[in-house]
């Protein structure tokens, strides 16, 4: 019924503009439906450049905690048979001319931050002989030589940014290591890296030139486009879309934490699995039915799995976004990613079908504003800052489709990617899928200082039994146990109480609290399993501290039994088990010398 009277208000108001204030609205409504321009080479000098909105931010913090591999990523490559050093060094060195990037420094001019492009800088290449000593010792080998490459750190005003060590093992196997400031690349971009690599690898065995894709565009001229963009109202929409999205998300901790958070510890470790092949089939074919990508079903699993821990309903995870969305940075290396909030809001008794609709919504509701640098939405979202802990999020969820990206074909030889373990985490929990053809196998990176093993153990184990559920039974639902606890603490706070209804947050004493009646809560919570000590109920104790503080020692209502013991594949493999079903894909032989660890297997893989 107001839709006439709302329709001749806005005619009257437009009636009553200027001819100038009209071409100005038709202007920018003309550049909304048109969307961002066109990237195009900058104009100006070439041998410098602006920092990338994402890729300043991780400069910042690399500047917050010099001397740290807090913000470096590692990638590894093991060639199986024949290599030549001196065509992998002509590569190396064809594949830094073509980069700008890869010759660049950051300098600070004034205040602001700036790359600088030096026209003959190379990588920082080295060779290591580590083929002699005893074939039972080769593995510790190559893992020494993998640390001490991984663990250097960069500074990123002098050093270059591309660092490659190739190990000699012995016996026609070669591990290299690449490393690189995380705030010049990313794992896409490693791929892209690596294709150019081989290529011109190939190309020098070959005797002819490299087919290398057309580089349009510098890293520097994305920077310059990057921020003219989000500078205009173009940035003000995305600010304004975060703004209203993020509104009211909830601060709870969604993981168990171990140990308390107000830690700046940020060494980490990897716990790997493997999905077993029926279940990871049965998992994508229910994906596919729903009409969802894979990466949005992991993302609605692990949702799953954040809200059985606390049993929060509105969830945000943060996932990779890469912004590749011009046609002319594709084929570009650098750091071409963000981090987007995904809100994951399910109704009460959830079941898998609930996550996944709820985590096909998020992703729609984002799909428009997904490359708006993780500074902007924080700027946007203005949450409280801590020193111990990413703004914003918490846990990370990455899914990586490699098809044909993990193995390649070169002249006498093999070669696959495979780990070099940074021994960090920037993240609280990092939870990584894979998919390579019909294998599926991931890993949770955690930060040491707030979890246990035994933990991250557990929750892997419970993710693969999701993974399963969400394949097989999709319209069970699901039990929080962190809910349960809370409301069985509630249900003994008003029964001690004589309340009806739900509990205030008011203080014991305040609620009508005596040293007689915080004894009978006492027997209550017993009773019902809880680890309740002489003094926890003070007269100003609240509901959620003491929920808070009796949840934290255990929580007796949390499912147990043989479903915890049984996984649909394997949990807490070796890198090296990983290695083999690369390798064993392309049918090479790996010379380790040492069989890999492998778990008790309840599942074919």
């Known amino acids: ?43 100006g000098p070439r041998d410098t450049a602006p920092l990338g909105m994402d890729q300043e931010r991780l400069w910042i913090l690399d500047q917050l905690y010099p001397g740290t591999i807090t913000y470096t990523l590692g990638f590894g490559l093991r060639f199986v048979g024949a290599f030549d050093r001196d065509a992998f060094t002509e590569a190396v060195a064809t594949v830094v001319r073509r980069h700008e990037l890869l010759r660049s420094t950051v300098e600070v001019e004034g205040a602001e931050p700036r790359l600088r492009v030096h026209p003959d800088r190379g990588a920082d290449l080295t060779f290591t002989d580590l083929s002699g000593g005893p074939a039972e010792e080769k593995e510790q080998r190559r893992r020494a030589f993998v640390r001490r490459h991984v663990r250097r750190p960069f500074d990123l005003t002098r050093d270059p940014v591309l660092r490659i060590g190739v190990a000699d093992l012995g016996g026609g196997d070669h591990q290299i290591v690449q490393t690189m400031p995380h705030s010049f690349t990313d794992q896409w971009s490693y791929v892209r890296l690596n294709r150019e690599l081989l290529e011109a690898y ?86 596919k039915a729903a009409r969802s990508t894979v990466a949005n079903a992991m993302a609605a699993a692990y949702a799953a799995l954040l809200y ?83 703004p914003l999020l918490r846990t990370m969820l990455v899914h990586l489709d490699l098809a044909e990206t993990v193995a390649y074909d070169v002249p006498g030889a093999t070669v696959y990617a495979n780990a070099v373990p940074e021994g960090i985490s920037s993240m609280d929990v990092t939870v990584a899928w894979w998919h390579l053809g019909d294998l599926v196998y991931g890993r949770f990176e955690y930060r040491t200082a707030l979890f246990e093993p035994e933990t991250i153990d557990r929750l892997a184990r419970r993710l693969l039994q999701l993974v399963e559920l969400f ?20 249900a003994a706070w008003r029964e001690a109480l004589a309340q009806d209804g739900d509990a205030p947050d008011e203080a014991f004493a305040a609620s009508g609290g005596t040293p007689l009646l915080a004894a009978r809560l006492a027997r209550l919570l017993r009773r019902a ?24 020692r255990g929580n007796p209502l949390r499912a147990d039994g043989p479903q915890s013991s049984t996984v649909p594949g394997l949990v807490g493999v070796e890198e090296q088990y990983l290695e083999r079903l ?9 010379h380790d010398g040492t069989p890999p660890t492998r778990p008790e297997e309840t599942h074919d893989l």
């Open 308 to 390: 059985e821990e606390s049993g929060e309903r509105d969830i945000l995870v943060g996932v990779p976004s890469v912004t590749r969305g011009q046609a002319a940075v594709q084929d570009l290396v650098g750091f071409l990613l963000t981090n987007v909030p995904l809100r994951i809001r399910v109704p009460e008794n959830p079941t898998p079908n609930d996550f996944l609709a709820a985590a096909q919504a998020a992703g729609a509701a984002v799909s428009a504003h997904h490359e708006t640098p993780f500074g902007e939405i924080v700027r946007a979202a203005a949450p409280e800052r801590t020193a111990h802990g990413y």
């Open 202 to 287: 190939r190309a020098r065995l070959e005797h002819r030139s490299p087919e290398l894709p057309d580089l349009p565009v510098q890293f520097g001229d994305y920077a310059h486009w990057q921020r003219s963009y989000f500078h205009t109202e173009h940035g003000e929409r995305h600010r304004a879309f975060w703004r209203d999205y993020l509104a009211g998300a909830p601060d709870a901790p969604l993981l168990p934490y171990d140990h308390p958070v107000e830690t700046e510890d940020r060494r980490g470790r990897q716990h790997n699995f493997v999905l077993d092949k029926r279940t990871a089939a049965a998992f994508i074919s229910r994906a």
């Open 471 to 490: 394949a097989a039974s999709p319209d069970t639902p699901l039990v929080s146990p962190a809910a349960r606890g809370r409301d069985a603490v509630a």
């Open 529 to 552: 399993g809880f680890d309740i000590r002489p003094g926890d109920i003070t007269p100003g104790a609240t509901l959620p501290e003491l929920t808070a503080l009796l949840l934290a």
């Open 1 to 43: 019924m107001t839709a006439a009277p709302d329709r001749a208000a806005l005619t009257a108001r437009l009636a009553g503009l200027s001819p100038r204030q009209r071409a100005a609205l038709m202007a920018r409504l003309s550049r909304e439906r048109q969307g961002p321009p066109p990237l195009t080479p900058r104009t």
């Open 582 to 590: 690369f390798a064993d894909a392309k049918g090479t032989p790996v």
